[in-house]
Each structure stands twice: as C-alpha cells, then as structure tokens.
C-alpha cells in the first residue's frame, strides 16, 4: 500500500498550489483522508480532512484558503492551496484511515501515510 503524494513546490505569498496524493495497492474510496503539515522545527499538525461522504473539516487558518477534495475513481485525493502565505511553509503529508462513515484531526486515527511533499511560500 503506498500514497504518493505531489504537486509541492516554491511559490510566492499570495500563489496558489495543489497537490496531489494517488493511492496504490489499496482502494480507499471508503476511507476518510486527509492532509498533515510539519514545518521546521514544529510538529506535525492537521490541515484538512475528508469522509467517504465528502464531508470536510479544516483548521482555522486554512478555513477560506484551502480545499480537500477527492476521486474516488483515481483513488486520489487532492488539496488546492489558493493565498498562500509564508506561514503554510510546510512539508505537507495525505493520510488515510479507516473505512468508516467518520473523519478525525488526529494523526493516531490514520494508519497510512504518504512521504510528503514540500511547500515553500517566500514573502
């Protein structure tokens, strides 16, 4: 089982990004997924989260900036970053976790994770 994910890069404040995470070796069109960050010298925090029923949730200095989304039918799922700041410098990493009609922002509730993918947002 593997998620790869991509699309980071170095882009200015005010850019917008989206990035990618395909899933292999297992379907999770009924698992909840979502996005982690960890920047330098932090832990790792929730993004955004999303269930098999493409309900969201966000944290508060996402809220209005990001969106998760996913394809079932790729066995993808994506997040688009719009008004990036230098504060979302991150290496932004998807998760995957049960196959329940649930969702959590909690990073023990997820059992699969991607290998991560840098964000560099210069001022």
């Known amino acids: 089982v593997q998620l790869q994910a991509s699309g980071g890069g170095l882009v200015q404040a005010g850019s917008s990004l989206r990035l990618s995470c395909a899933a292999s070796?297992?379907?999770?069109?009924?698992?909840?997924m979502a996005w982690f960050r960890q920047a330098p010298d932090k832990e790792r925090e929730f993004v955004a989260t999303?269930?098999?029923?493409?309900?969201?949730i966000y944290t508060d200095s996402v809220k209005g900036r990001f969106t998760i989304s996913r394809d079932k039918a790729k066995n993808s799922v994506y997040l688009q970053m719009n008004s990036l700041k230098p504060e979302d410098t991150a290496v932004y990493y998807c998760?995957?976790?049960?196959?329940?009609?649930?969702?959590?922002?909690?990073?023990?509730?997820?059992?699969?994770w991607g290998q991560g993918t840098q964000v560099t947002v210069s001022s």
């Open positions: 999303i269930s098999y029923g493409h309900n969201t």
């Open positions: 998760a995957a976790g049960q196959p329940i009609l649930s969702q959590s922002s909690s990073e023990s509730s997820y059992s699969y």
């Open positions: 070796g297992h379907t999770f069109s009924r698992h909840y």
